[in-house]
Each structure stands twice: as structure tokens, then as C-alpha cells.
């Protein structure tokens, strides 16, 4: 294994040495290219799973001791999501099933919102309670009027509910705060999406371009091992960041770029592109239309241009523009994930879709593959009634492009406004913080405060919990069955998840509590079955498989429907666009009174003395989600705040010093953070980790540990194709007047 190679994936390995159950540690270790199996003990157990830890849902087995306790989690070497390695979030899930401040039993609230204040309630008491005010809403308001933020694996069985009960009001906040702009920058480019995992054909690519994508820190499992694979193979790898990143330190180039300045060195690149004739003529002129008028459009966008713009050097510009052709078409200019920057980021997806387009990667091998899903059959239930409004009713005309729901959209359509026919009454919101997710967390506490119901289900006590009226307690991922994974890939394939142990506590499965509170509301049509595994025994059956098939092997794939993987040479391809060909010029934005082609257009600097905030993810750390895991703060128990070493001489600033934040609108955070004085970060910018800085006690190990970003996001540039919500418009500067000692500092 080459030094490059063995360097990366420390980041998938780091500190996680350690944890057997009943030990504080799970252990995990990489040997050469293998991870190293640990054999079951004569009289242990194993059974199927796919992780929760992170969209990813890797597939894995669960090991139990002779006693029947979960002991350990290892990759499923036939899962194409993580090819039999798991990352150390994923091996410390279990830590998740060991929470001692796991939510143990229902509970009503007893006090005003936001104080979490609870009694506990029996669950019949918790579903009587929900379905009756359901019940009022739906008489007096309409059942549209109920709206569900899901993200997890439970939201199946709750949108299930929720379509029974007479809503489509359905939101997964991941669209509008996190993925939403490339899907629709991709759609109008290409006239699909990117999908999860991302359809990136990393291990063949001969040049891969991360323009504020964190490879290895996000730690996406299947990204990360084909990115070490191209690394090994000697792929170009090109990070555009204003901070040293872990990806950064494996390229060729870093481009340490003035952030909010993204649009403008791609427009420069497909200026060089196209001005030195190094796009693929043939792939363009077959397969895309609009290119004159993208030629005429970047003309005046030179490398110079662009430098007086994004400090990037015209000659760097210009070298990394003829790597990218060098490597046509096996090159991918990644998409990213969590895209919501500066408000205009559909426009900026728009300029990387384009930019894949002139390389001719999309449908080529190291470029952007067709994925295939396997489909499973519904389990038959009668037709769900037809909504008398539509979620995108709630924002009135806005976002039409917009290819999910818009969850600040939903949160906006809350807060009583006179011009609505229906204002949102109650919110189901499950597996999701949304004082973290949701941006401008004021505007969410005024959405909150004007409900008649809001119902939390959740695993842990988040900041969310405290202003539930009714909490319900979700066994976690390792305890419960859930729908089958059936995720697109390079090969369609299935993954179950069945429960190694009973549920801790007084918690349930997400499909019980769907099936039970159908009960109280009249809807047991839609549950006709008398548990989950009848549905997946059901379903499997049509595929030619079984549960009992499924138990064993965990994971099965199947073929291809279709030789379509990539374009075969010549092929002819009709793209779902307007036109049937990939848009440089795309007619859907321009039919919304939008720009068909990427406009670069300033955005605000930081005031005097204050500085741009950045923020991230770290490879053991899913959003704050794991904050409070008890294997995974010991590896990371707190962020700290990245800052340029001309800016801390400048402010007296020290290496593990706790300072407190304060941004542009006079917000100051709750608790402190650690400094890290580093030249990693740019002079204008400081950085830290998103997911820490929780503020419920009951948190035992993340209340008060480090600085809650969001928190600090009060400006919120929203984007006007399709609702994203920017959050990199904000900036901070040091509160340094008063002792601060890291918890204690909020306390």
C-alpha cells in the first residue's frame, strides 16, 4: 500500500482503537487494504444491518457475546456501500444503543415551550393525546395542515401515516439545508440528480476537483476508499478551499480561494476551456445545447478577471483548467453535498454541472455513472385520499424548481400569516434537531410557539426535545427493523436491518408507533399488516428472495437491468430536459425569470474586525447527531475554532484559549470554544466543526462542549430557484473580556 494511500485513510481509522462492549472503546483497525475481522466467539450471534449514523447506511453485521449483548460492528464485505469497511462512526454506533441519557419512556410536556419540563406518560396516554389534537386540526383546518420533518429511516413509516391521514405536507430538511442546489442545478444541466450515495465514479477518474467538498473529513465512506484508490492509481486531485482540508493535504493543488467567490473561478475555468479549445467537441456538439450562447456569455471572464475576484493565481487557474482536460473525460468536478453557501448556489452548482458537461464526464467511465435501484412492490393498501392542498401551497408560488419540499418554506408557512389559506398547526419532527438543522434558529422558535402540536421522535434528548409537547422514545437503529435498503448504485442491490437486541427501555420502532397511533386515528386500513417483518417477508417474496434469505446474507445484489452504465460509444441519449439534450443554457431557469447561464455577483465582506464564518464536518462526528455518543467523544469531545496566525497575534489569541463568539448582528454564543492558531485557515475566514455547543443537560457528554454554529447563523440568504438556505453569509468576532474556561463559560 502506497504512503499516500496509507496517509488517507488514518482519517477513517483515527482513535478508533478501541470499544468492545462493556469497554469505553470499540475496536476498529485497518491492516494493509483490509480491515481486520474479529471471529465470533463459539456461541455468539450475528445479525444483518445498515447503519444510521449517516445517509450513507452502509450495510454491516452486528456480534453479539454468548450472553446475547451487542459486542461489535463490521462491515458486510458484499455491501457496495462500504465494501466491508466501516468508518469509525460506523463502528461506534454502538455507543448509540449504550447512551445512558438515551429518551427512555414518552413524555408530555408540562410547562411552557422550551423549558423541558415533562411528565412521563404510558403510550396509550402519549397517542391519545397526539390523535386527538390531530383529529381537531384536521376537522377545523384541514389534515394538510400537519406537516412531518423527517431524516431517518423512521420518516418512511411516518410520511405513511401522514398520507393516510390526508397530507403530503412532507419535508426532509437535508433538501433545503444541505443537497437541494446541486439537485436542481443538475436536473436543469442534465435532467436528473446526483442521488445518495452519489452517482461519482471516483475509483476510475483521472482528476478529481473538490470545490468545498471534504472528502475524508464528511467521511462518506464509499467516496473515501475510491479516493484513495484514485490517490494510488495517480489521479490529479484539485481542492479549491480557503482551508487546508484533509482532502487538500492529498492534491496536487490547493487553492486556498476568498470565500463567496466560488462562481467566479468557474466561470475563468470554462472561460480557459473554451477559449483554448480543450472541451470534448465531439461529447458537446452530440450531446449538449446552448454552447454558443455559453461561449458569448464567458468571454470576458479571464483568469485575470478572476484573480482581482478569488486571489487564485491566473496561472493556477489556467494549470488546473489543462488538468482537467489532460484527464477528460474520466474527471469529476464533484457536486458536493452540503451546498447551501451564499444563497445563490444553484447558479454555483449550475457552473460545476457545466463545467462536467464540457469535460464530457457525465454517463463516462471516472466521470458520472447511470445508477440502477433495485424497486420493491408496495404492500397493497387502499389509495392514499387525495390532499386538498399541496405542501407548495404553504409558499405561495416560490421555488417552483424546487424537486422536494422546502422544509424553511414549511417552517416560514408556520408562523400565522393572514395571507395563507392554511397556516402549518402541528409538526411531526423525527430523527432531526431542527434547533441545528433549521438556519436562524428565532424564526424556528416563532414557528414553534404558533403550533397547536408538536410530537418529537427521537432517539436522544436534542435541543428539539425541549420544546415538544409530546416525545416519544425510537428504539435506536440496532433494535428495531426497518424498510429495506434499496439505494441506487453501480449494481442494484437490497440491505436489511433487523433488531440484535430487544428495545432499551421503554423505546419503540418508528413502524410501531406509525401502526399505533394509525389505530387512535381511524387509518388502520393503510397498517393492514400485524408487523414490520410481514411487510419485508412480503416484499422480498416478489423479488425473488425472503426475509429468512436476507437474515443470512444481509445483503444481495442483482444485475443490471441494461449494459448502461456509461454511454456506449456513439450512443444516442435523449436527457429529460426541455430540449432533450444537456442544457449549458437551461431553459427551465430561464422560464422562471432566472438566469439560464452562472452570473458571478459580489457578495458582502466581513465587517472591521470580524471574520468570515466557516464550518464542517469531522470524520467521527455526524452533525450533532453523535455528539453525545459515549465511543465517539472520546475522540472528539468538542470543536475549537480554526484562526489564522496573523489574526491571533492580532487579538492576543492562543492555542487552546476559550473564547466566546459574537457575530455581525450582535449574537453571542452560549458557551465557549477551544482557539487552534494554524496558517491552515485564511486570514479572513475562521472555522470550526458543526454539531457541538448542545445546550440540553441532559446531554451528559456534549452539553456546553465547544460552540453551536448554528446558533450564530442569524443572516439567512435564501436562494431563489429553489429555497436553500445560505449560511456562509455570517461572520464572528472574539469575546475575550470576560473569563471563559470551556463549559463553564455558558453555564
Not at 453523535?626 to 465517539?632: D, E, K
Not at 473564547?659 to 457575530?663: P, S, T, Y
Given at each position: ?14 482513535g478508533?482503537a478501541?470499544?468492545?462492549l462493556?469497554a469505553k ?10 480491515p ?20 450513507w ?21 458484499d ?11 460506523g463502528t461506534g ?8 441519557d ?6 408530555i410536556?408540562?410547562s411552557?415551550r ?5 411528565r412521563?406518560?404510558?403510550w396509550d396516554e ?14 377545523e ?9 423527517t ?5 418512511a413509516?411516518?410520511g405513511?401515516l401522514?398520507?393516510?391521514?390526508g397530507?403530503?405536507t ?17 436536473i ?13 465514479d ?9 470545490i ?9 465512506n464509499?467516496q473515501?476508499?475510491e479516493m484513495?484508490?484514485?490517490?494510488d492509481k495517480?489521479?490529479t ?7 487546508y ?8 493543488y490547493w487553492?486556498?480561494i476568498?470565500?463567496a ?8 475555468w ?17 450531446y449538449?445545447?446552448?454552447?454558443e450562447?455559453?461561449?458569448a456569455h464567458?468571454q470576458p471572464f479571464t483568469?485575470e ?25 474520466a474527471v469529476?468536478?464533484h ?12 447558479q ?9 458537461a ?6 463516462r ?13 408496495d404492500?397493497?393498501?387502499?389509495p ?16 417552483r ?6 422544509s ?6 408556520t408562523i400565522?400569516?393572514v ?13 432531526t434537531?431542527?434547533?441545528a438543522?433549521?438556519?436562524d ?8 410557539n404558533?403550533?397547536?402540536l408538536?410530537?418529537?421522535v427521537?432517539?436522544?434528548?436534542v435541543?428539539?426535545t425541549?420544546?415538544?409537547d ?6 435506536t ?11 441506487p448504485?453501480?449494481e ?6 433487523m433488531?440484535?437486541?430487544?428495545p432499551?427501555?421503554n ?22 399488516w400485524n408487523?414490520?417483518?410481514?411487510v ?12 429468512d ?32 439534450k444537456i442544457?449549458?443554457y ?9 438566469a439560464p ?7 458582502e ?5 470580524f471574520y ?9 462526528h455526524?452533525?450533532?447527531r ?7 467523544t472520546?475522540?472528539?469531545?468538542e ?17 487552546g484559549?476559550y ?5 455581525q ?11 487552534r492558531?494554524?496558517?491552515r ?9 458543526h ?11 456534549a ?10 447563523v442569524?443572516?439567512v440568504?435564501v436562494d431563489?430557484v429553489?429555497g ?12 475575550t ?11
Open positions: 500500500m502506497s504512503n499516500s494511500r496509507r496517509e488517507f485513510i488514518k482519517i477513517s481509522t483515527l478508533t478501541g470499544v468492545a462493556g472503546y470499540l475496536y476498529s483497525e485497518v491492516i494493509g487494504d483490509a481486520l475481522r474479529f471471529p465470533a466467539s463459539e456461541g455468539s450471534l450475528r445479525t444483518p444491518t445498515y447503519c444510521e449514523v449517516c445517509f447506511q452502509c450495510a454491516g453485521w452486528v456480534y453479539k457475546n454468548d450472553s446475547g449483548e451487542i459486542q461489535k460492528i463490521t462491515g458486510n464485505d455491501d457496495p456501500h462500504c465494501n466491508g469497511r466501516f468508518c469509525p462512526r454506533g454502538v455507543g448509540m444503543y449504550h447512551d445512558e438515551r429518551l427512555k419512556t414518552p413524555l410536556r408540562t411552557e422550551g423549558k423541558d419540563t415533562f412521563e406518560a404510558t402519549a397517542f391519545d393525546y397526539i390523535a386527538e389534537k390531530l383529529k381537531k386540526i384536521a376537522a383546518q384541514g389534515p394538510e395542515c400537519v406537516a412531518l420533518f431524516h431517518g429511516s423512521g420518516g413509516h411516518f405513511h401522514l398520507k393516510a391521514f397530507s403530503a412532507i419535508s426532509a430538511p437535508s433538501f433545503a439545508q444541505c443537497r437541494g442546489p446541486r439537485e436542481v442545478a443538475f436543469t444541466t442534465f435532467g436528473d440528480i446526483i442521488y445518495s450515495p452519489e452517482r461519482t471516483i475509483r476510475d477518474t483521472r482528476c478529481l476537483v473538490l468545498g467538498s471534504h472528502l475524508g473529513e464528511n467521511m462518506h464509499g473515501v476508499q484513495s484508490d484514485a490517490i495517480g489521479a486531485i484539485i481542492t479549491v478551499d480557503p482551508r482540508s484533509t482532502a487538500a493535504s492529498k492534491s496536487k487553492l486556498p476568498k470565500p467567490t466560488d462562481i467566479a473561478l468557474l466561470l475563468a470554462i472561460n480557459v476551456l473554451i477559449e483554448n479549445e480543450w472541451y470534448d467537441k465531439e461529447y458537446v456538439e452530440k449538449t445545447t446552448g454552447f450562447q455559453l461561449k464567458v483568469p478577471w478572476a484573480y482581482g475576484i478569488t486571489t487564485i493565481d491566473p496561472n493556477v487557474i489556467r494549470e488546473t483548467a489543462r488538468e482537467m482536460r489532460n484527464a477528460s473525460p469529476i468536478v457536486p458536493g453535498r452540503h451546498v447551501t453557501w451564499y444563497g445563490d448556489d444553484t454555483r452548482l449550475r457552473g460545476v454541472a457545466i463545467l462536467n464540457l469535460l464530457g464526464s457525465w454517463g467511465r471516472g466521470g458520472f455513472y447511470n445508477p440502477e435501484k433495485m424497486k420493491l412492490p404492500y397493497p393498501v387502499p392514499f385520499p387525495k390532499p386538498n392542498r399541496m405542501p407548495q401551497d404553504a409558499y405561495q408560488g416560490k421555488y424548481l424546487a424537486n422536494e419540499v422546502v424553511n418554506g414549511l417552517c416560514d408557512a400565522p400569516s395571507e395563507r389559506e392554511c397556516n402549518i398547526r402541528a409538526w411531526i419532527v423525527n430523527g434537531n431542527l434547533m438543522a433549521l438556519p434558529q428565532q424564526k424556528t422558535i416563532d414557528a414553534i404558533a403550533l397547536d408538536l410530537v418529537v427521537d432517539t436522544m434528548p435541543e428539539i425541549g420544546y415538544a409530546v416525545v416519544l422514545p425510537e428504539c437503529y440496532l433494535e428495531r427493523y426497518d424498510m429495506i435498503r434499496q439505494s448504485h453501480r442494484p442491490n437490497i440491505a436489511l436491518r433488531p440484535a437486541a430487544r432499551k427501555y423505546s419503540k420502532p418508528a413502524w410501531w408507533m406509525a401502526k399505533q397511533l394509525a389505530g387512535k386515528l381511524g387509518l388502520e386500513a393503510w397498517f393492514p408487523d414490520l417483518e410481514e419485508l417477508d412480503w416484499q422480498l417474496k416478489q423479488i425473488g428472495s425472503s426475509l434469505e436476507m437474515k443470512r446474507m444481509g445483503v444481495k445484489k442483482f444485475p443490471r437491468s441494461y449494459d448502461d452504465l456509461y454511454f456506449a460509444p456513439g450512443e444516442e441519449v435523449t436527457f429529460n430536459t426541455n430540449s432533450g442544457e449549458l437551461a431553459s427551465d431557469l430561464e422560464a422562471e425569470g432566472f447561464m452562472p452570473v458571478y455577483t459580489p457578495h465582506e466581513p465587517p472591521e474586525g468570515r464564518l466557516n464550518y464542517g464536518r469531522a470524520p467521527v455526524t452533525f450533532s453523535t455528539a453525545n455518543n459515549p465511543n465517539l472520546d475522540l472528539m469531545d470543536n475549537t475554532l480554526w484562526v489564522n496566525p496573523k489574526v491571533a497575534k492580532l487579538w492576543g489569541l492562543k492555542t484559549q473564547v466566546k463568539l459574537k457575530n448582528d450582535g449574537k453571542v454564543s452560549t458557551f465557549a470554544i477551544k482557539v492558531v494554524t496558517e485557515i485564511r486570514w479572513d475566514s475562521v472555522y470550526m466543526v454539531g457541538f455547543g448542545h445546550n440540553n443537560p441532559r446531554l451528559s457528554r452539553h456546553g462542549r465547544g460552540v453551536n454554529d448554528t446558533e450564530l442569524t443572516r440568504h431563489p429553489m436553500g438556505t445560505g449560511m456562509r453569509g455570517n461572520f464572528v468576532t472574539f469575546v473580556d470576560e473569563p471563559t474556561d470551556g463549559k463553564e463559560a455558558g453555564s
